[in-house]
C-alpha cells in the first residue's frame, strides 16, 4: 500500500468544519450560545486545575514488570497483569 499526500486536503477538510461551525452556531439561539460559553469555561477551569494527590492516587498504575513484552512482530500485542 502506497499513500500519497492530497494537496489542499487540510485546507478543503478546514473549510468543511468552518462552514459546519458557522451552521451549527447560525442555529443556535443568543441564550444556547451564552451556555454554552459557560460550559466551556467551566470545562477549561476544571482541565487547568491540578489534581490532588489524593485524586492522583485513584489512577490504576502498571509497573513494567508486570507487563509480558510484546511477541515479535506484533507492537502493543502484550499482556499487563
Known amino acids: 500500500m502506497i499513500l500519497q ?5 487540510t485546507e478543503q477538510n478546514e473549510q468543511r468544519e468552518k462552514e459546519k461551525m458557522k451552521a451549527l452556531h ?7 450560545r451564552q451556555n454554552l460559553l459557560l ?11 491540578p489534581s490532588t ?5 485513584t489512577i490504576p498504575q502498571e509497573s513494567e ?16 497483569a
Not at 499526500?5 to 486536503?9: A, K, N, T
Open 26 to 32: 447560525d442555529k443556535m439561539s443568543a441564550q444556547e
Open 39 to 49: 460550559k466551556y469555561e467551566a470545562l477549561r477551569r476544571y482541565q487547568e486545575t
Open 53 to 57: 494527590k489524593e485524586e492522583l492516587a
Open 5 to 9: 499526500p492530497v494537496p489542499g486536503l
Open 65 to 80: 514488570t508486570s507487563c509480558e513484552p510484546a511477541p515479535y512482530g506484533r507492537s502493543g500485542a502484550g499482556s499487563c
